[in-house]
């Protein structure tokens, strides 16, 4: 065991686990109306401590055990409940139950993305159903593909440093797939009730992202300094294209449009910040800038769904263009990179339409419309964010 390796890593674990709770929180609640505030934080905070159980259950043994004979396409469940890991176990460098810990953190941040496509009229059962199923059979399974030892897509030599294929990729996908199904909002006029909050959680975000990627070397080391520091750059330069690009579209940079690009920067980052340098982080995050955000318009305008948060057009697309500039820039073959795109893309939708339809058969897909104008805060939770009367 290295101890300064370990200390590191139980630093990042916290930094990712704080991108959850409270960063994409926030920044998701503001995004919506005021009556709905309180049901996107219970649905992060019931997704992250759901999938912390299940990922004890069986997602890290299907993520990372060993498959034996099958062991190319999933890892097993030998691993079920940590059996054979204690505290002196080692996973390289740090203690195995600090790794558990740390991709735990990364199978809580992934579903929970999927919440910004479905706020203000999903059915709260539906949620606690569909994430579970979709992180068990989708989510372990790629991350065993691409992360674990052994998983063909690793073989391959499919570079994707923290989850442009993993997290990014499979969470808009997913997102896609359950706006098709829930249909569009009653009312898609209401602004953000609070872009304070989406400021504030996009901030978050962005700090927590050191350790959601500089921590995926799972070490100290100078190639963890340069994947910070990248990561950064990448989040500063789309941050600034966005906000010129919808200043030269609309006559205005919005708040909210400013941080968005934050994101789309750093998604798109994710995967390159273990190969890129700096010049190379500028140039991707200046083009998720302008990217994502025509994406916005190509998914609510094209394709007709209300993927309410823009989680395809941010996430999904800045994943997927980060996992294609490690080959552009030559620092990754062509050829593993756009096999493993395909690859879990069509498993993604696949699974995710399979999960859909199963959890539709135990819990309504969509709450009632009148629940739906009333909004979920008091018709799901029985609670409001605001008391206008005082």
């Known amino acids: 065991m290295d101890g300064a390796d370990t200390g590191w890593i139980i630093v990042a674990t916290a930094l990712v686990l704080f991108m959850t709770l409270p960063g994409l929180a926030l920044f998701y609640g503001g995004l919506v109306r005021a ?40 890892g097993g ?27 735990m953190t990364f199978a809580i941040i992934t579903p ?22 979709w992180m068990l059979f989708c989510y372990a399974p790629v991350t065993h593909w691409v992360w674990g030892a052994g998983g063909w897509a690793f073989e391959m030599g499919t570079v994707d440093l923290a989850g442009g294929i993993v997290v990014h ?25 609070n872009p304070g909050y989406v400021m504030l959680g996009a901030s978050m975000l962005w700090v927590g992202w050191f350790g959601f990627n500089a921590g995926s070397h799972l070490g100290v080391s100078g190639a963890a300094g340069m994947t910070l520091v990248v990561t950064h750059l990448s989040a500063a330069a789309a941050s600034l294209s966005w906000a010129l690009w919808e200043r030269i579209k609309y006559g205005k940079s919005s708040l909210v449009g400013l941080v968005t690009g934050t994101i789309a920067g750093l998604a798109s980052i994710t995967p390159a910040s273990g190969s890129v340098g700096p010049v190379e982080a500028l140039i991707i995050g200046g083009v998720a800038g302008v990217l994502c955000q025509e994406m916005c318009a190509v998914v609510k305008n094209l394709m007709k769904l209300d993927d309410t948060l823009d989680v395809f057009a941010v996430h999904g697309v800045g994943g997927i263009f980060g996992t294609l500039m490690i080959a552009v820039f030559g620092h990754a073959a062509f050829g593993p990179q756009i096999t493993a795109l395909a690859v879990v893309g069509v498993y993604t939708l696949v699974i995710t339409v399979v999960c859909v339809l199963i959890s539709k058969v135990i819990f309504p897909i969509r709450v009632n419309p009148d629940d739906e104008t009333m909004g979920l805060d008091l018709a799901t939770h029985g609670e409001r964010a605001y008391d206008v009367a005082s």
């Open 35 to 74: 009556r709905n505030v309180l049901s996107v934080f219970m649905q992060c905070m019931a997704v992250a401590c759901l999938m912390s159980i299940l990922w004890l259950v069986a997602g890290y043994s299907i993520a990372f055990g060993d498959g034996g004979a099958l062991n190319a396409w999933w």
């Open 77 to 103: 469940l030998d691993k079920m409940f940590l059996r054979g890991v204690d505290a002196d176990t080692l996973s390289g460098s740090i203690p195995e139950i600090v790794f558990f810990g740390f991709q």
């Open 169 to 193: 990729e499979t969470a808009g996908l997913a997102a896609l797939v359950i706006a098709f199904f829930l249909g569009a909002r009653s009312d898609k006029s209401k602004p953000p009730h």
């Open 112 to 133: 929970a993305l999927i919440v910004g496509a479905y706020v203000e009229r999903i059915s709260f059962g539906f949620v606690l159903l569909f994430s579970s199923l």
